[in-house]
């Protein structure tokens, strides 16, 4: 969604967004879980003393998911950038009150990657890359490199295509999985998602993106894949 969609659109589309995590139709529950998991273990070892770390989420929605995992965590601060302007209040409410500093823009993470600010230590996004372009996607992970600190991690959340699969073979089966396994949705939602998904999603190729990765500096870790063959969580890590 863009930063200037009406109210109305907004509220349209954040409903549907909310039934799918709700019903678990993209395998949120298990994503969480592997998410949470991933962090703690980096936490965990990071160095004794290493100052708490800043967190930026690109693509942060309205933290419906994550929010209880965030709060949890021993953070030196956290940034949620989003797009849609209209969900950030809800990402800041869901968050509620924690012991670190949090802050809110409607920015395209594009621009995020792009500028020279001080490096943070934790990129986390999900499910917002596949918006972008395959070159797109490169530059972002080569600007993102950038703006890591060392010993940092970039955790990335997404749908993702079959090695040599095309976008097109993609399209299919995920408009047949929308369409025989969605049905708690009513049917005009299921059409949305279909229109959106034909539209603008471009997932990227599983093995040319983690040649990508490699090639911008990265050291790519499949964390956790759904298990519809789309979703999946990887971990990057800079060599």
Not at 29 to 36: C, G, K, P, Y
Not at 81 to 109: F, H
Not at 142 to 149: D, E, G, K, N, S
Request: net charge negative; glycine share 6%.
């Amino acid at each position: 969604m863009h930063s200037a969609v009406p109210m109305d659109l907004f509220e349209q589309n954040w409903s549907i967004y909310r039934a799918v995590v709700q019903h678990d139709l993209m395998g949120h529950a298990d994503l969480t879980a592997a998410t949470a998991l991933a962090l703690r273990s980096w936490l965990e070892a990071r160095a004794p003393g290493t100052r708490p770390p800043l967190a930026v989420d690109l693509g942060c929605g309205d933290l419906s998911a994550l929010a209880p995992v965030w709060r949890q965590l021993p953070l030196g601060g956290y940034e949620g950038i989003d797009l849609t302007a209209q969900v950030l209040p809800l990402a800041r409410q869901a968050l509620g009150a924690v012991p670190y500093p949090s802050r809110w823009q409607a920015a395209d993470l594009r621009v995020w990657a792009a500028s020279n600010d001080e490096p943070v230590d934790l990129i986390h996004t999900a499910f917002a890359l596949h918006h972008l372009s395959d070159s797109e996607k490169a530059e972002f992970l080569r600007q993102a490199r950038q703006r890591l600190a060392p010993g940092g991690l970039l955790l990335w959340a997404d749908v993702f295509r079959d090695p040599g699969e095309s976008r097109q073979d993609y399209l299919g089966r995920y408009r047949h999985r929308i369409h025989s396994q969605w049905s708690v949705l009513p049917a005009e939602a299921r059409t949305q998602v279909i229109d959106h998904i034909d539209q603008l999603d471009h997932p990227a190729d599983r093995a040319v993106i983690v040649r990508q990765a490699e090639a911008a500096g990265w050291r790519w870790t499949w964390l956790w894949n759904g298990p519809q063959r789309a979703e999946g969580l990887a971990q990057l890590e800079p060599i």
